[in-house]
């Protein structure tokens, strides 16, 4: 892909009964970081879909992919992959895109 494309991340997750505040509360803290930290990061935007009380989706984008690598290097993206481990039922389904148009 071109260099100008931005890359996006589409993670959905699975949270077990009664553990939606404690994933939101690191999807908070990871979003926050990530916005603030990482110049790479354009968006970072936590979800849930209309009509379901136990799914969180998590929209990121990123300058390029050698952007969403460097966040997961950063410090406080292990706490989240640790933390919400427990709180999550199975495997994340994450998609990843980049860019086809983006009118201007």
């Known amino acids: 892909m071109a260099e100008s494309t931005h890359f996006v991340v589409i993670a959905e997750f699975s949270i077990k009964p009664g553990q ?3 994933f939101l509360a690191l999807a908070h803290n990871d979003a926050s970081e990530s916005l603030t930290n990482e110049e790479g990061c354009l968006a970072f935007d936590v979800l849930t879909p209309e009509g379901s009380e136990d799914v ?3 929209h990121e984008v990123y300058r390029d992919r050698a952007a969403f690598e460097h966040h997961m290097q950063m410090p406080h993206y292990p706490p989240f992959k640790e ?3 427990p709180l999550i039922e ?3 389904s994450v998609r990843f895109f980049y860019t ?3 009118p201007e």
């Open 100 to 102: 086809a148009i983006r």
């Open 20 to 22: 939606v505040s404690a």
């Open 83 to 85: 933390g919400t481990a």
């Open 56 to 58: 969180v989706v998590l």
């Open 90 to 92: 199975g495997e994340p």
